[in-house]
Structures are given as C-alpha cells and as structure tokens.
C-alpha cells in the first residue's frame, strides 16, 4: 500500500506519518530532507528542487513499493499534479493508496507549533506563517478520497483513525 500524507507544514502530517511508520511498520519518505540534500550538494535554491525533491521521493517509493513494503510519502501535497503523482505510482504496482490529510483546526496552536518546532534538518530552514499562509492560498481542493485529521485531537486517537482507514477505506 502507498499512504500518502498531505498538509500544510506544521499541521501535524509528520508526527502522524512518524506513528504511522512504527505502527505498520512502514518506510517513510519525507521530501523535505530529499530537498535539504539537494542544496547541501550544491543544487541553488533558484533551481526547482521541490518538484525534484518530489521526484527522488517518487523514486525511492517505487523501490520499496518494488519489494512488496508498503510505503509513507510525507509531503504537504498542495495540488492535484502531486496527488496524481502518488496515485500513479500505486497503479503502476498494483497497490492500493490512501491519503491522508491532517489539518490543525486552531490557527493559534498551528502558528506555536511552526514556530517551536526543531526537527534539525540540516540546511533546511523552517517555514515562516507567512510562508505557510501563502501555501495555504494554493492549496487546491481534493478530487478524491482522503482521511481528513485535525491534528487538535489526541494523537493515539488520530492513529487509530488512520490504520482504521487504512484497513477498510483504502482504494486502488
């Protein structure tokens, strides 16, 4: 199976793709240290090393979808162009996907928890809530299926709700 997490930074989607990977278990991708890498090798920030960031996740994805592992993609995944990336990548394996979007319903505790974070990605600065407001602006509607969290809620709840998704909603 490929999960696909979507969301805006700081929302919450890492902390549940994280509880996911150990629940499962299950490889998780995440594109911002693949694009973190990018610039630490010389890639210039004016180049598009998202949507290369994308594209090297996509491919380390399909190598662990290749050995039969389910695999985690965690990404804000704004636009449908992203979105039919992964569900392609799940047809061409003949796997079900599922997304899972997580929003934080409060934008208080949202703007705190950017603001504190400290996942220590080596050259990657974090976002500002300007930055993320901006995101929020392109972020574009869902055409499909999707588990939608609040990140408000009890972790343990919210993992639950996950691997019930997981179990019985997931589509191919």
Not at 10 to 32: H, I, M, N, Q
Not at 110 to 122: A, C, G, P, S, V
Not at 141 to 154: M, N, V
């Amino acid at each position: 199976m490929l999960i696909v997490m979507a969301g805006l930074p700081g929302a919450g989607k890492s902390t549940v793709a994280e509880g996911l990977g150990r629940a499962l278990p299950a490889p998780l991708v995440s594109v911002d240290p693949v694009e973190a890498a990018l610039w630490r090798a010389g890639v210039g920030r004016d180049q598009p090393t998202g949507l290369a960031a994308y594209l090297v996740a996509e491919a380390v994805a399909d190598g662990v979808l290749a050995l039969g592992q389910d695999t985690i993609i965690d990404a804000v995944n704004a636009v449908e162009p992203a979105r039919a990336q992964w569900r392609d990548l799940a047809r061409r394996h003949g796997v079900p996907v599922a997304f899972i979007e997580v929003v934080c319903s409060d934008p208080v505790v949202h703007r705190y928890r950017l603001e504190h974070r400290k996942r220590d990605i080596e050259g990657f600065p974090e976002p500002t809530w300007d930055a993320v407001e901006c995101r929020r602006a392109e972020f574009e509607p869902w055409t499909g299926p999707r588990l939608l969290l609040d990140s408000i809620a009890d972790p343990a709840s919210n993992l639950a709700k996950c691997l019930d998704y997981l179990t019985s909603h997931a589509t191919r």
